[in-house]
């Protein structure tokens, strides 16, 4: 699995605005500030591509990530 081929696909506030399934959705949900953001980011190995911010709560959209075989999709907590 390669995972340098990661990138934002896009941002999601309201049911109308989600993309069509297009591939397997690995899903990451849980409670505000328990590293949601930051477990994405270690996966692929890279510091920014999802967003972490000091304070929680702060997600308050879902995004999207298109890897070549399937999305990552960053829930908010």
């Known amino acids: 699995m ?11 506030g309201l049911a109308s605005q ?6 397997p959705e690995i899903v990451f949900s849980g409670h505000s500030n328990v590293g949601k953001s930051s477990l994405i980011n270690k996966l692929v190995q890279r510091k ?3 967003r972490v ?3 929680p709560g702060k997600t308050a959209t879902i995004n ?3 890897a070549e075989e ?7 907590g």
Request: proline share 9%; no cysteine; aromatic share 16%.
């Open 70 to 76: 399937f999305k990552l999709v960053d829930l908010p």
């Open 18 to 23: 989600l993309p069509p399934k297009s591939k």
């Open 48 to 50: 920014n591509l999802a």
């Open 2 to 12: 390669n995972f340098n081929k990661v990138e934002f696909e896009m941002s999601a």
């Open 53 to 55: 911010s000091s304070q």
């Open 64 to 66: 999207f990530f298109d």
